[in-house]
Nanobody, 128 residues
Framework: AVQLAESGGGSVQAGGSLRLSCVAS????????LGWFRQIPGKEREGVAV???????KYAGSVKGRFTISQDNAKNTLYLQMNSLEPEDTAMYYC??????????????????????WGKGTMVTISS
C-alpha cells in the first residue's frame, strides 16, 4: 500500500489555473497506476484522469484538453495541472493509486477499478 497526501487546492475565478500535487510515501509510485478523481457532495465520484506505468493517460471528456496528469518518479509525486477552470470543476479532488502500473486498462482505472489507495482530498472552488 502507499500513503497519499494531496495539496494545491484553493479558490480561483473561472478561466484560472491550479496545479494539484499528490505526494506518496510507503512505496514507489512507479509500481502503481495513478489517478485523480473528484466528488461533489451528494453526487457520485467521477474519474478525472489516470496514468499508467508507460505514461499513457486517459481523461474524462469534460476535462480533456484542459487538464494534464503527470508524475515525477524521482519526487514520488503525482500532479494535475488544471487550466481554463470552470465553475463545474468545483469539487473535492482525490488522488488514488492501484498496484500494478499496467495491470488493467485505463478506461477501467478511470472508473476507480482496482484503485485501492486514496488520499484525503483537496478542495477546489471555482467562482464565476
Amino acid at each position: 500500500a502507499v500513503q497519499l497526501a494531496e495539496s494545491g487546492g484553493g479558490s480561483v475565478q473561472a478561466g484560472g489555473s491550479l496545479r494539484l500535487s499528490c505526494v506518496a510515501s510507503g512505496d514507489t509510485l512507479s509500481n502503481y497506476c495513478l489517478g485523480w478523481f473528484r466528488q461533489i457532495p451528494g453526487k457520485e465520484r467521477e474519474g478525472v484522469a489516470v496514468i499508467d506505468g508507460d505514461g499513457n493517460t486517459k481523461y474524462a471528456g469534460s476535462v480533456k484538453g484542459r487538464f494534464t496528469i503527470s508524475q515525477d518518479n524521482a519526487k514520488n509525486t503525482l500532479y494535475l495541472q488544471m487550466n481554463s477552470l470552470e465553475p463545474e470543476d468545483t469539487a473535492m479532488y482525490y488522488c488514488a493509486a492501484g498496484y500494478g502500473a499496467n495491470r488493467y486498462p485505463l478506461p477501467a482505472r478511470l472508473t476507480g477499478y482496482g484503485m485501492n489507495d486514496w488520499g484525503k482530498g483537496t478542495m477546489v472552488t471555482i467562482s464565476s
